[in-house]
């Protein structure tokens, strides 16, 4: 695996809440297809064609895959952005970042519940991404409009995440049994 990058860091909370993790991926199905719905429409995937030719973004699967590995890496993952050869996991990912899936701090990602999404932020995701075309626009780079890192960088802010995490569990059941 190269260690050049780009990777993201996500993070979801400690909490373990499945009806946020239920809502968030009800509402990742929904943009889904409210995706697949303005691709039907010529007026829409003409122009955005260069996002699907390599293969279809499939944006309630990568949420999906996003969640099972931050449930599998106790909820701090890194995300190899170019884990696929045609860059789909880029692409889902960037899109999903600018519908308000997840949003940057101090250089990792945050999962929010997104509010309604509607087509027009659809369209205006895909138009962005679009604005990464290099080469008279036959190749797309999505990670310029997200904050990447190197793997071994990526590694190392999730080893102090996760220290920190445990860390702080162990103050609060410390707190909590001296306080009872």
Request: charged fraction near 20%; charge should be negative.
């Amino acid at each position: 695996m190269p260690n050049s990058g780009p990777y993201v860091l996500v993070q979801m909370t400690d909490e373990a809440d499945c009806r946020f993790v239920a809502a968030w991926l009800i509402k990742a199905a929904e943009t889904q297809d409210i995706w697949s719905d303005a691709l039907k429409d010529s007026d829409f995937s003409d122009p955005v064609a260069l996002l699907h030719i390599m293969g279809m973004p499939d944006l309630g699967a990568c949420a999906l895959e996003m969640v099972e590995e931050l449930e599998h890496r106790r909820h701090v993952a890194t995300f190899d952005l170019l884990a696929d050869e045609y860059g789909l996991v880029c692409i889902e990912l960037t899109l999903l970042v600018r519908l308000g899936f997840f949003f940057e701090v101090a250089g990792s990602y945050h999962m929010p519940l997104p509010q309604s999404i509607t087509q027009a932020a659809v369209t205006q995701a895909a138009l962005d991404l679009l604005t990464t075309a290099e080469d008279e626009g036959d190749y797309l780079k999505p990670e310029r409009l997200l904050h990447t890192m190197a793997k071994t960088e990526a590694d190392q802010l999730r080893s102090r995440l996760m220290h920190c995490a445990i860390s702080m569990g162990v103050l609060l059941r410390t707190y909590r049994y001296n306080a009872s």
